[in-house]
């Protein structure tokens, strides 16, 4: 899955408003214990943005990535439908990927999301979260059992 890397968008651009978002978020890490800083862009399709960032805790395994942070602010807005997502961290060799955890948390709200991994340099890769997700289990699944076992309830 060898993607072209794109440059850096002109800012003005909704690409480049959406990078520039997750730049910012970056700086907002709380991340004491792996200090790896994670910024992340949600862009729903009423065109707002919601940022997140990685909020770890002294009990490590509670940390929250920044995707997941920007899923749930946006969730608890109202907002259900996502276009676009833009992740960055401060590794400068290659992209940050979303971990499993948050590939399964956005692939409840649709694999046609369009997921750019962006550098230090605002240089991307862009990929849609079904490639990222190959053979998701998604809420139509449940759906599908529940027709195949005539559920009522
Ligand atoms: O896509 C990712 C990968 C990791 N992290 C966070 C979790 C933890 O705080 C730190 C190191 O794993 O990076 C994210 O926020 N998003
Ligand atoms: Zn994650």
Redesign the pocket.
């Known amino acids: 899955m060898e993607k072209e890397i794109i440059p850096a968008p002109s800012s003005p651009d909704l690409e480049g408003k959406l990078f520039h978002a997750a730049h910012l978020a970056k700086h907002k890490a709380y991340?004491p214990y792996?200090n790896?800083r994670?910024g992340v862009a949600l862009l729903t399709s009423s065109g707002k943005i919601y940022s997140g960032c990685?909020v770890?805790n002294a009990s490590y395994a509670l940390?929250t990535?920044?995707?997941r942070t920007a899923v749930c602010k946006a969730v608890s807005e109202g907002e259900l439908s996502f276009d676009k997502i833009a992740?960055t961290s401060d590794v400068e060799t290659g992209f940050?990927?979303?971990?499993g955890s948050?590939r399964q948390t956005l692939a409840e709200f649709g694999l046609d999301l369009d997921v750019y991994l962006i550098n230090p340099k605002n240089e991307s890769k862009a990929y849609k979260l079904r490639e990222l997700l190959p053979i998701a289990f998604t809420p139509r699944d449940l759906l599908k059992h529940r027709a195949a076992h005539d559920v009522i309830d």
């Open positions: 991340c792996s790896f994670v990685n770890e940390a990535c920044a995707e992740i940050t990927g979303p971990c948050c």
